[in-house]
């Protein structure tokens, strides 16, 4: 709030400086200290961040400027000093709680009353008025409607403070419900995974078998998805690197597979959005199980490299392993299919090489993520 009151203060103070200079009104030095103090906490603010100090030295040498005003400039009118006044008050108010901003609220409207009271006919007669205007009956009634614009602010804020917390202690209830969700989600498709595991062991069938075993792995990919909304603090979007590193955890110790995988992740994409990561993630499920299946038996050590990179509209989505596959893909096989149906339904292509290993080079459209600036590169 304080940042956005000074940029917007220094246009208004900029236009009055200017409006005083060319009618040649005196008022144009508290306009100019006015104004040199919004720069001052603009750039301070910029270089600390410490909005207690800023914001404690522009009530005082708000309050400052408003009592030279009315003390100091002689054609200064009274009705602007004072609504300047009360918007140093109000600024307090906001800032720093009702006390502080009763407090100023008082210090300005009673210098105000002070200037009034000690003022001679002369002194009046500058301002516009005269002695008969200024009696006990005027000044009473001016302390009156600050201390009942004190009450008002402060009822104005309290009320705030309870709407915030009714919002706070919903949105609570509501990000423990959505948590309750993803759990019992997570624990269905385990259930899911689990009957399906039962019915493959008492098939004999070798190939009936592992189709069962690919959709158990497909299930417990999307299980995972809701196990890290249950632990994850932004129900909104999931993090992709920690999902894969958990994806390639969970497929090699589902498969039994002892090799030892390099996994790197270099992606501008920190976060995926929740109406993505579905297909998303069975992608890398079909990718990841075809590189630990057919690709890295027999290596010490085997890689997976995955870099994201957000290119206009598009996103590039690059996986490659370094195996030797020695059951080639099917072009018409289900896993196939699957990786093309999922490709379209993120609005994207893709292309497959097999030089030095296995390659995928997908173009997605860039409208169907989540995006953070953040450039997170990791090796496992």
């Not at 009822?155 to 419900?177: A, C, F, G, H, P």
């Not at 992740?265 to 976060?271: L, P, R, V």
């Given at each position: 709030m304080l940042w956005h009151v000074s940029l917007g203060l220094i246009g208004v103070f900029t236009v009055l400086f200017g409006i005083h200079i060319y009618f040649q009104d005196s008022n144009w030095s508290t306009s100019l200290a006015a104004l040199a103090v919004s720069i001052m906490n603009i750039l301070v603010l910029q270089q600390t961040r410490k909005f207690w100090m800023v914001g404690v030295w522009s009530v005082v040498l708000g309050t400052m400027i408003c009592q030279a005003s009315i003390y100091i400039i002689d054609d200064s009118h009274l009705i602007t000093d004072t609504m300047w006044c009360i918007l140093v008050s109000f600024f307090t108010f906001f800032l720093f709680g009702s006390l502080r901003g009763s407090i100023v609220l008082l210090l300005n409207l009673g210098g105000l009353v002070c200037y009034l009271m000690l003022s001679d006919e002369k002194m009046l007669s500058t301002k516009g008025l005269t002695s008969e205007q200024v009696d006990m009956r005027m000044l009473v009634n001016v302390l009156y409607v600050a201390l009942a614009l004190s009450f008002i602010?402060?009822?104005?804020?309290?009320?705030?403070?309870?709407?915030?917390?009714?919002?706070?202690?919903?949105?609570?209830?509501?990000?423990?419900?959505?948590?309750?969700?993803?759990?019992?989600?997570?624990n269905n498709l385990q259930i899911v995974s689990s009957l399906l595991k039962l019915q493959a062991a008492q098939n004999t069938n070798s190939g009936v078998s592992e189709q069962f075993n690919e959709a158990i792995s497909r299930v417990r990919s999307m299980a995972l998805i809701h196990e890290k909304m249950y632990i994850n603090e932004d129900f909104s979007a999931l993090d992709v690197q920690s999902y894969v590193i958990a994806l390639v955890e969970d497929i090699t110790q589902s498969m039994e597979s002892d090799c030892k995988i390099d996994l790197r992740?270099?992606?501008?994409?920190?976060?995926v959005d929740i109406k993505s990561i579905v297909p998303l993630s069975l992608i890398f499920n079909e990718l990841i199980t075809n590189s630990v299946r057919h690709g890295f038996e027999g290596l010490e050590k085997a890689t997976i490299e995955i870099n994201i990179e957000r290119a206009g509209d598009k996103v590039l989505l690059y996986y490659s392993d370094n195996g030797t596959w020695k059951v080639p893909t099917r072009n018409n096989g289900f896993g196939v299919e699957l990786i093309n149906t999922l490709t379209e339904q993120l609005h994207g292509r893709y292309e497959r090489t097999t030089e030095g290993g296995t390659h995928y080079r997908f173009v997605l459209d860039a409208d169907q993520f989540f995006f953070t600036p953040m450039m997170r590169s990791r090796t496992r």
């Open positions: 602010i402060h009822k104005m804020i309290e009320n705030n403070k309870e709407v915030i917390s009714r919002y706070e202690l919903q949105t609570k209830q509501n990000d423990i419900l959505l948590k309750e969700i993803h759990h019992r989600v997570k992740i270099d992606a501008e994409m920190q976060k």
